[in-house]
């Protein structure tokens, strides 16, 4: 416990000097503490968006799964850098080019107030849910880590403390520059900690020989491929309609840069879960009467102290990282989309910046409530993560197709995804297809071109549009 201690220690006081530094580039205009002044260089866009996308989920939740299923759940976090592949290669540009802050901002420049507001309400509402798992993984880690100081609750009441108060002082800077450290810490301490714990456990061939029977090192038969494909498609909806994650590219020096980054980012990315997936497999073997939500930490225990300290810290890092982005932008929604548009126009700076200071601290009390009622990781965020679809026809669409877009689709799109999900959840009669993601995209494609043809309201392609329409054609060019 005392090197724990001293390891987690350590990291808390480095992450907030790192805040302190960063917190003079964020003073000024509100846009330096949301958008880094839109200065991020490509270094700082890659661990931006590998922060993001490689949290909670992507190792407990992964290792909680292998536990279950066997090293295939590796694919989850393979799937979010796929995901942002596609981003770079599509739509990343795009978002840069069209110089807004948020998505409910380009839903009210092409569409109307309903769609921002109804987009206000779904970002929000996800971006809450994900914040949320990265509160439960935290408590799990400090609560392994340190068990002499952290249940579970205390572990995420820590987490709380962390996250906050990192967004707090420095904001997006704050979380670029973090993650320099923190993606770092955590690629160095799950990879060494895999190799250790492979050679503890008497190789590859032992491993597979000693695993049970539901367990298995077999690349797909664990989740299945329908499991797999359906990751892929929630996360690639995901990395082209989150606030999140446009945010990021939204805070990038230019368009190239915004490209470079999430590409490279999820090449990185590709590996990485197959790393925890193995943790979680060699857990099933050595320990199989645990909690699966404990595999990962369990696992990461019984190695050397200073090592178990130093990966379960870089896990906590993860944590961090993947929190910070998503706590900005829910504070950014809040006080861009809804505070500045409908309650004070006319707010001045300071205020605009203290709004969203405020915002974060609040949002970041209310994920907390949330978390203590989670359970299940990966499938909970699945389910959340669904209301995505109708982001990305609405994107996907306006971009290529704006002449086929109503000025009223938007809204009715975020609506039927609302209730397809809600009818999901409450009926099953309605599961006719694998995942909520397939109906999703069925039924929000339709509405939305349904809307187009029986309301007649065309929405106007200004300069912004048009270039970051010629920006995607060019790429779909050169990458044919």
């Known amino acids: 416990m005392n090197s724990s201690a001293i390891i987690v220690g350590v990291y808390i006081c480095v992450i907030f000097l790192i805040s302190w530094y960063a917190k003079r580039r964020a003073a000024g205009k509100t846009e330096n503490y949301i958008l ?37 759940a590796g694919w989850y976090t393979s799937a979010w850098g796929i995901g942002a592949i596609v981003m770079g290669l599509t739509v990343a540009k795009k978002y840069r080019r069209l110089n807004i802050t948020t998505i409910p901002e380009m839903l009210e420049r092409y569409y109307d107030t309903k769609g921002m507001a109804a987009g206000i309400f779904c970002q929000i509402l996800v971006q809450l849910v ?3 798992m990265q509160y439960v993984a ?17 572990g995420m009441l820590m987490s709380a403390i962390v996250f906050i108060g990192v967004t707090l002082i420095g904001g997006m800077w704050s979380a670029s520059i973090s993650n320099l450290l923190n993606v ?4 160095a301490g799950i990879i060494m900690a895999a190799f250790i714990a492979v050679r503890m456990a008497g190789g590859m061939e032992q491993i597979q020989v000693q695993l ?27 990395n082209i309609s989150l606030q999140s994650i446009i945010q990021i590219s939204l805070g990038a020096k230019n368009v190239h840069i915004a490209r470079k980054g999430f590409i490279i980012g999820g090449l990185i990315m590709l590996p990485i879960g197959f790393v925890s997936a193995l943790l979680g497999v060699i857990a099933a073997e050595m320990y199989p009467h645990i909690s699966a939500t404990l595999a990962l930490p369990k696992m990461i225990m019984s190695l050397n102290p200073w090592l178990a300290g130093i990966t379960l810290a870089a896990l906590w890092a993860a944590d961090v990282s993947c929190a910070c982005n998503l706590l900005l932008s829910s504070a950014t929604l809040y006080s861009h989309d809804i505070h500045k548009r409908f309650i004070n126009k006319n707010m001045s700076e300071k205020s605009y910046m203290r709004v969203t200071r405020a915002s974060v601290f609040f949002f970041g009390l209310l994920t907390l409530g949330f978390a203590i009622t989670i359970s299940g990781i990966i499938s909970t965020l699945m389910a959340g993560l669904s209301l995505m679809a109708a982001f990305s026809v609405i994107v996907l669409m306006t971009l290529y197709a704006p002449k086929l877009c109503s000025r009223e689709s938007a809204f009715y799109t975020i609506i039927a995804s609302i209730i397809v999900l809600i009818a999901w959840m409450m009926f ?51 990458n044919h």
């Open 36 to 72: 880094a002044g839109r200065k991020l260089t490509t270094p700082l866009i890659m661990v931006s968006i590998v922060g993001l996308a490689v949290g909670g989920a992507s190792t407990i939740g992964v290792a909680e799964q292998a536990y279950k299923a066997g090293i295939s």
């Open 130 to 132: 994900i914040m949320s």
């Open 138 to 154: 935290g408590g799990t880690i400090l609560a392994a880590l340190m068990p002499e100081l952290f249940t579970p609750f205390t």
């Open 184 to 187: 770092t810490l955590k690629y």
């Open 212 to 238: 049970p029977e539901a367990h298995g090192l077999d690349l797909v038969a664990g989740v299945g491929p329908m499991t797999i494909i359906t990751w892929i498609v929630v996360l690639v909806t995901v």
């Open 428 to 478: 099953p009669s309605v599961r006719i297809l694998p995942h909520v993601i397939y109906m999703e995209w069925i039924v929000c494609g339709g509405v939305f071109l349904g809307t187009s043809a029986l309301v007649r309201n065309p929405i106007k392609e200004d300069e912004n549009l048009r270039f970051a329409k010629e920006d995607v054609m060019d790429t779909v060019s050169a």
